[in-house]
């Protein structure tokens, strides 16, 4: 009998740029505990893996974003087509390629997804400056645990609300996301969701 645990992964950047220099900051890189309850799982449990439609996930996680913004008396954000596909193809980048990072293998940060899309972001900041954009990422799974009973692997799978709710969870309870999600500044974003073959599912916001 085998029984896996599954972690998250999240990771949070920004841009600001001047009028003649950019500037890049608030990157980190962190793995956290699943949030929620780990539960025994028996041989009449989890046969059924939940559907996902992705869209549908990514709107729900942009509204469960507007919820933790109102409750911090912030406006909501706009949810913005061009940013959910620059957001959904990074996240299918890295399902794609087995890879969490704000980099891609090539080198290219969310600044340079933004230009290869022919979006432009210029949002007034402080003083002289302007933000060019920020990005959230998190990994979060189809599954919390895998147990194998006589050769039948059962699995304890997560439902669209549960992944909306604890990506959203996760970003909140780190504080450079946190500070992305509420900075006062923004005024659209796009999510992004992408599942890769082993059951990972890559999350990716985009801010302007």
Known sequence: MFDKAIKHKLLSGICGIGLVIMIIALLSCQAIKPVGAQMEISP???????????AELEKYIHDLI????????????????????????????????????????????????YKQAGYVCKIPGKGMSYLAGAENIYQNNLYNRVKIVNGIKYYDWNLPETIAETTVEGWMNSPEHRKNILMPHWQREGIGVAISSDGKIYITQNFC
């Open 44 to 54: 009449t449990k989890g046969r059924e893996r939940p559907d996902i439609r992705i």
């Open 66 to 113: 507007n919820r933790e913004r109102g409750k911090n008396g912030l406006s909501s954000l706009a949810f913005n087509k061009s940013l959910k596909e620059i957001a959904r193809r990074h996240s299918e980048d890295m399902a794609g390629r087995n890879y969490f990072s704000h980099y891609s293998p090539e080198g290219h940060g969310f600044s340079d997804r």
